[in-house]
């Protein structure tokens, strides 16, 4: 059945961006106030949360609706980077239509780099703007 899938496929999904930010069932519930079971059937893939809880979730994990609820095996299975908040630094940097022109970074840059990268390129940015 297809509802099946799309369980199977946000559960393997919100999985992964809880690994990869270091959170747990009881983060989730304890930082967004979700509700135990309501959490736990949607890690085991029994159910899917209405679309204002994936925009949460999405928020909470600094990533689009999308992440969450298409198939990305993929794209989770081998990364880019080496280091999981490398990643997601370079995809904030990535997805700044004004930034990525400019941005091309090693595999193995450290997350403190990125973010210090980040950080310049938004400085010339706002000079550029004259704010």
Known sequence: ??????????????????????????????????????VSTWCNGTRLPRMDKVDILAKYFDINRSDLIEDKDTEHKQSYYLNPETSRIAQKIYDNK??????????????????????????????????
């Open 1 to 38: 059945m297809l509802d099946d899938r799309y369980k199977k496929i946000f559960a393997e999904n919100l999985k992964y961006y809880m690994k990869l930010h270091n959170k747990n069932q009881a983060d989730l519930i304890n930082d967004l106030g979700f509700n135990k079971s309501s």
């Open 98 to 131: 004004e930034l990525s022109v400019l941005f091309d970074a090693a595999q193995d840059a450290e997350p403190e780099d990125l973010q210090a990268l980040h950080g310049m390129l938004m400085a010339l940015k706002r000079k550029e703007k004259g704010n």
